[in-house]
């Protein structure tokens, strides 16, 4: 067996949240190992949020275009996915290398190793024949991977998940996507507005299902304006592909298109991680973490594997608890300062690092000043980058119900403020408030609109710091935007 080499930190995953932690270790002087199978980065520089934005630039060009005609005199439009693909490939993902994202760590002090990590007891990881001890911690950020339902025969066909259909250099003249989330319905939207005939099968009664009622609404309207095909309330029984066609069969109807494009939510793969040797149980969907990010002693996890949300701003708010925890416990294993100290005792990492701890606790409702912050999900934004775009935060209407909450809603639909009328959002748009009546806060919102992942910016502030309701309704909005339809929300809440 391999004498375990002593290092500081290994981290086992170099996605968006850990290739922040290891990153940022190593600049703070820790000796770091940073084991990565895939790409450094993860999913979000090749497969999902970068490249998926630049598809839905390119696709929302078009249908401005398209909109010349109603606004502004007449325009041709010919799709062309060339150039969309050629930009993915060029500018966003460098074919799919990511040499610039290895040198970005090691030029920061990390150690690079390509491999798949597994702990090996306490503190103890194994690459291959290699074997670390790690003196303050390992870290595990080693993300999800797409969840593929078991349906008879769909595992014997050539399938997409999203990695295919962001490659793709050539589109299909026809799709079928399986699953009405997020993921499934910008990637949909995206390839109907460059001319395949797409249709959405998915198994709950609405598409958005997780969102409020209403955002489903606009979305599902809103795709069928551009051809899309939606069928909820479907569960897919089996799959075939002849060669050349897939069909999927759900109850009494069947869909056929060339090409079949899975994304029915992702899961993290425990059981290739060591979790036993640690005393963890694998059989989980996701590595449980308390509000530190740590999953036991001396093991902190961080991203997409702690079940927290698949968001690249959820990995990076974790990392930055991740690395504040970890250099506070390398400071205390070394007999240095607390997290409110600004002396250096390790390995000359802790001036940076007791400046990390120090400025990180001065925060609000995350802890104390001068402690290392506690994670707090509840104002959790997200966006689902459609046309409109839904963006929400916090609780939805019936998630605050089922808590026992005394809600209040508030509802102004975006056509009805001047900037909407302006826009002609003919889409549906609207602003959705959901206020706990007792406590006088927001708790919720949703903004639906051409610019809905923006406007909640002002809805994510009122949630996570609890303005109070009274507060904002003696705020000033400027005019005219489509963020002052806020106000109205407001005012519909009495």
């Not at 670390?132 to 339902?149: E, L």
């Not at 998940?161 to 949909?188: C, D, M, S």
């Amino acid at each position: 067996m391999a004498e375990p080499e002593l290092v500081d930190v290994v981290v086992v995953g170099l996605g968006v949240g850990g290739e922040e932690v290891a990153g940022r270790l190593a600049e703070a002087g820790l000796t770091v190992v940073g084991v990565e199978r895939d790409l450094v980065g993860g999913e979000c520089p090749y497969w999902g949020c970068i490249p998926s934005k630049m598809m839905i630039r390119a696709a929302n060009a078009l249908a401005e275009a398209r909109r010349v005609n109603e606004l502004a005199g007449s325009a041709q439009v010919q799709p062309d996915w060339a150039p969309v693909a050629r930009r993915i490939r060029e500018e966003a993902t460098d074919t799919w290398n990511d040499q610039a994202a290895v040198d970005r760590f090691t030029g920061k002090g990390g150690r690079f190793l390509r491999g798949s990590g597994r702990l090996d007891g306490p503190g103890r990881v194994r690459v291959g024949e290699q074997v670390f001890q790690a003196r303050y911690g390992v870290v595990i950020g080693t993300g999800t991977r797409p969840s593929i339902p078991p349906i008879d025969g769909l595992a014997d066909t050539p399938y997409w998940t999203n990695h295919q259909a962001i490659e793709v250099a050539e589109l299909p003249e026809r799709l079928l996507v399986l699953g009405g989330g997020a993921i499934g319905l910008e990637l949909a939207q995206v390839f109907a507005r460059f001319g395949v005939r797409v249709t959405v099968v998915e198994a709950a009664d609405r598409v958005l299902a997780v969102e409020e009622p209403e955002a489903s609404e606009v979305a599902a309207a809103a795709l069928r304006a551009d051809g899309v095909e939606i069928r909820t309330g479907v569960k897919a029984e089996r799959v075939s592909h002849d060669g050349t066609t897939f069909t999927l069969h759900g109850g009494e109807r069947s869909f056929s298109a060339e090409r079949l494009l899975v994304v029915t939510g992702r899961r993290a793969h425990l059981a290739e991680l060591g979790l036993e040797t640690i005393g963890v149980d694998a059989a989980q969907r996701y590595l449980p973490v308390d509000d530190r990010l740590r999953v036991t002693d001396g093991v902190w996890a961080v991203g997409d594997v702690t079940g927290e949300g698949a968001f690249t701003h959820i990995a990076m708010y974790q990392a930055a608890i991740v690395v504040a925890d970890v250099l506070d416990h390398a400071r205390r294993a070394e007999g240095g300062p607390d997290a409110s100290g600004t002396a250096s005792v390790v390995g000359g990492a802790m001036g940076a690092a007791s400046a990390v701890g120090g400025a990180m606790g001065a925060a609000g409702p995350s802890g104390a000043a001068g402690t290392v912050p506690r994670a707090d999900y509840r104002a959790l934004p997200r966006v689902t980058f459609t046309d409109p775009e839904v963006g929400a935060v916090g609780l939805t209407e019936k998630q605050a119900r089922e808590r026992g909450i005394n809600v209040q809603v508030g509802f102004t639909p975006l056509s009805s403020s001047t900037r909407g009328w302006i826009h002609k959002t003919d889409a549906g748009g609207f602003i959705k408030l959901v206020a706990d009546a007792d406590q006088g806060v927001l708790i919720g919102a949703t903004s639906v609109g051409p610019a809905g992942g923006e406007v909640l910016s002002a809805l994510v502030v009122a949630v996570h710091a609890a303005v109070p309701v009274s507060q904002l309704r003696h705020m000033i909005y400027a005019y005219p935007t489509f963020h002052r339809a806020i106000e109205s929300a407001l005012a519909d809440l009495s």
